[in-house]
């Protein structure tokens, strides 16, 4: 009978209704003499502390919508020789033919597509809807809901500062 009511004090269940001090003191004699600098200063943020368990960058649940980030223009960007509008559309159209192909799937492709070809506040209704994630405000990097990757170059979402207008 000893036995089982020394388990029951050592569990996990046992544990969580103990006082905040005794839970301290507990705290402080597994940390030891070298460890008891790490811990919490008041019983209030070592409670905080087990309440709060998770990923350091993760977020509350009723914050997920503060989390979006606006979709905005690229900054201006210069490739490195002048190029035509024809040679821009001929880079443009090569890649959206080949991005499925880089991974991830062709809905959000697509939807990246037309969010990059849309004015701004368009662009963010298109990315919204389609559940995609924007790492980069100016879309040169995105995430779908299934953690796919999705990186797009600057020369399909503006024209360079050199270009060279056909004539």
């Not at 001090?21 to 943020?45: D, F, H, I, Y």
């Not at 443009?92 to 799937?105: K, Q, S, V």
Request: hydrophobic fraction near 35%.
């Amino acid at each position: 009978m000893i036995m089982i009511e020394k388990k029951r004090r050592n569990s996990v269940a046992f544990r969580s209704f103990l006082p905040p001090e005794a839970r301290r003191r507990r705290a402080l004699a597994a940390a030891g003499a070298e460890g008891w600098s790490r811990l919490p200063k008041s019983p209030s943020r070592l409670r905080h502390r087990e309440i709060s368990m998770g990923c350091a960058g993760s977020t509350p649940k009723g914050a997920e919508a503060d989390v979006t980030k606006k979709v905005r223009k690229p900054k201006p960007w210069k490739h490195p020789q002048p190029i035509t509008m024809a040679q821009l559309r001929q880079m443009c159209d090569e890649f959206w033919d080949t991005a499925p192909h880089y991974g991830g799937r062709k809905e959000i492709w697509d939807a990246l597509r037309a969010a990059s070809e849309s004015e701004v506040s368009l662009a963010q209704a298109i990315v919204e809807s389609a559940g995609i994630i924007v790492s980069n405000a100016d879309l040169t990097l995105c995430y779908d809901e299934r953690g796919a990757k999705y990186e797009l170059p600057k020369y399909v979402l503006s024209e360079p500062t050199n270009l060279i207008q056909d004539s």
